[in-house]
């Protein structure tokens, strides 16, 4: 049975989040910090999550037609690379630091442009692939 519009939307939110949760606590375990990161995951999930919500929808990054289309899998990739210095920012504003290392920018944006893109391709062979076989 085909999955609907609003279940590939919502299934795509949804995926899109579990992606960028999981790059969160990614990047507390790569520095060995996630047993003691506690309410601190929050402020890199909350800027990230929010710079994500900003810039994807601009870009396509939820146009259905467009995830339809495996050449289109650039849009949510660059949409992770714009938000990545911009969740970057947010993340500094929220803990009042100043100096933002471009070596975080650069490794929460790629990381996470990587990431996105790794699920968006999931997300196309299972739902839209699949879609495009049957008709």
Known sequence: MLATNRVKFWTLIAGDALTLILVTVFGFATHGTLGSAGSRIVT???PLGLAWVMVAPFLGAYDLQRCADPRQLWRPFYAMVLAGPLAAWLRGVLLGNAPILPVFVVVLG?????????WRVIFWA????RAALNG
Do not use: E, P, Q
Not at 110 to 118: E, F, N
């Open 110 to 118: 790629g990381v996470s442009a990587l990431s996105i893109l790794a």
């Open 126 to 129: 299972v739902f839209m692939r």
């Open 44 to 46: 890199t999930l909350a």
